[in-house]
């Protein structure tokens, strides 16, 4: 078994990575000393696989839990869902002392890390993440939170999760348009931190589609670690763990002015880090060579790695844009890369230079 400590104090908690984790949540959370009554959340999707499992681990350990199923997809990352969440807590009683275990996908742990942070003034919450997506990436750091029709992740706040199990044994039930979405977030962390693992990638690809575990444990550890440690110097986004967000500024405008229904996470992060990269190239130096690098890598993944937009609909891409979390007196912020392994966040990028990559993307569509 992997173990990756994400550094914060009095608040550190450990990521474990290994097969066969689900099992062992019950004994895991007792040696907490939390209250008996617990819930756990997962959608349509995953509670038939894994939530008797985990219902039954916390069981035999003394709890008393409650499933709460939610709708799969994007779409349930609402308020309106969240309000249905917290009245099933209040149904079983949960008290502050209580816990909630996230047991799915990204959507899943961070719609109950956001009810978490907010029931009760505040609740612990163990992260399960059964998507290569969230092994790697959103189950670690404590941003939670849930999505406007505005825009992505514009309600939200931040709650370190007290556990972090990655059982990559529930991999193997992901459909295959899913695992190809986490490794764009893999490919990411090559790619703003770690020139070796990019290069790992290049190397070791096909096998990390065949999800050979040999290939697969060591390389959601090293993505989990590099996490921790841009969590563990910035834990709340106020300068480098902005660098986790290259690619996202065009890719959450890109999922909102879709309706969250055409691209998942990892797709639309593909373009919008290929878009990054072409701008990195025009205003970061980035090298054409490295360019392309970033270009093959996520196509040999089947990501995609262009896009054809309508005027009207880069005029929302715009306005979607302008919506991020990373604007700043009504200017847009970019990650770009220098080269592969290092970025510089907080890159201003001028509207007809993001059209200019708009019609580069768009040719190659």
């Known amino acids: 078994m992997r173990k990756v400590l994400v550094p914060l104090g009095a608040r550190s908690y450990p990521v474990l990575v290994d097969g066969g984790l689900i099992d062992s949540v019950g004994p895991r959370c007792r040696a907490h000393g939390w209250a008996a009554r617990c819930a756990v959340i997962a959608d349509g999707n995953v509670a038939p696989r894994f939530g008797h499992r985990v219902i039954t681990s916390l069981k035999d350990a003394g709890f008393n839990p409650t499933l709460i199923t939610l709708e799969p997809g994007e779409t349930s990352k609402r308020l309106r869902v969240v309000e249905k969440c917290y009245d099933a807590l209040a149904r079983h009683r949960l008290e502050r002392k209580s816990f909630i275990v996230a047991l799915g996908g990204g959507v899943t742990g961070d719609l109950a890390g956001f009810v978490a942070a907010t029931y009760l003034r505040g609740v612990p919450f163990v992260q399960m993440p059964t998507t290569l997506l969230a092994q790697v990436d959103s189950s670690v750091g404590g941003k939670v939170g849930v999505n406007l029709s505005a825009g992505k992740n514009l309600v939200g706040a931040f709650l370190q999760p007290r556990l972090v199990l990655c059982d990559l044994a529930t991999l193997s039930t992901l459909p295959e348009r899913e695992y190809r979405s986490g490794i764009a977030e893999v490919i990411k962390y090559g ?98 060579t490295e360019v392309e690098r970033m270009r093959a890598l996520f196509a040999r993944a089947g990501l995609p790695v262009s896009i054809r937009l309508t005027k009207a609909q880069r005029m929302r891409l715009h306005a979607a844009m302008r919506l991020d979390k990373k604007v700043k007196d009504g200017e847009i912020k970019f990650v770009l890369a220098r080269r592969i392994g290092e970025v510089a966040w907080g890159q201003a990028v001028k509207d007809t230079d993001i059209e200019a990559v708009l019609d580069e993307l768009a040719r190659n569509a």
């Open 191 to 288: 790619i703003i931190y770690d020139a070796a693992l990019f290069r790992r990638l290049e190397r070791d690809m096909e096998a990390l589609l065949k999800r050979d575990l040999a290939v697969l444990g060591p390389v959601v550890a090293r993505c989990c670690a590099i996490k921790a440690d841009v969590v563990g110097q910035d834990e709340t986004e106020s300068g480098l763990r902005a660098i986790l967000n290259f690619g996202h500024t065009i890719g959450h405008a890109i999922e909102a002015i879709t309706a969250y229904g055409r691209y998942l996470h990892g797709e639309a992060i593909s373009v919008g880090q290929v878009a990054a990269g072409l701008l990195s190239a025009r205003q970061c130096g980035l090298s054409t």
